[in-house]
């Protein structure tokens, strides 16, 4: 069975960087949790204005295993009062996420 990977892209402004990351570091540690989760990764690149360009890269067992993960966040920010999108947007945040599968060739 081939893996799904949850890849997202992060442009951050360099007065965001700290708040970004204690929210990465909640969000990570609750995706570890859950069943079907395989492994994650992060990367960050500051750029030459002093930003930080920051990638992410949740390994999951199946399509099921990540459709569940992304219902249990949901829950879990809502049991929270986090909302993901107005954070990026307060934080003036860019975001590109995309789904790869695992090249088994």
């Known amino acids: 069975m081939k893996q799904i990977a949850f890849i997202s892209k992060y442009h951050i402004p360099a007065p965001s ?14 995706i570890h ?23 992410t890269i949740a390994t999951w067992e199946s399509d099921a295993a990540l ?14 009062g986090f909302n993901r999108a107005e954070m990026l947007q307060q934080l003036n945040i860019r975001m590109e996420p995309g789904l790869f599968r695992e090249d088994l060739r």
């Not at 949790?33 to 990638?55: H, K, S």
């Open 17 to 30: 960087k700290a708040p970004f990351l204690e929210r990465q570091h909640i969000a990570r540690a609750f």
């Open 33 to 55: 949790t859950l069943e079907g989760f395989v492994q994650d990764y992060a990367y960050e690149r500051i750029t030459e204005n002093g930003d930080t360009e920051y990638i």
């Open 67 to 80: 459709n569940n993960a992304r219902e249990a966040v949901q829950a879990e920010n809502l049991r929270t």
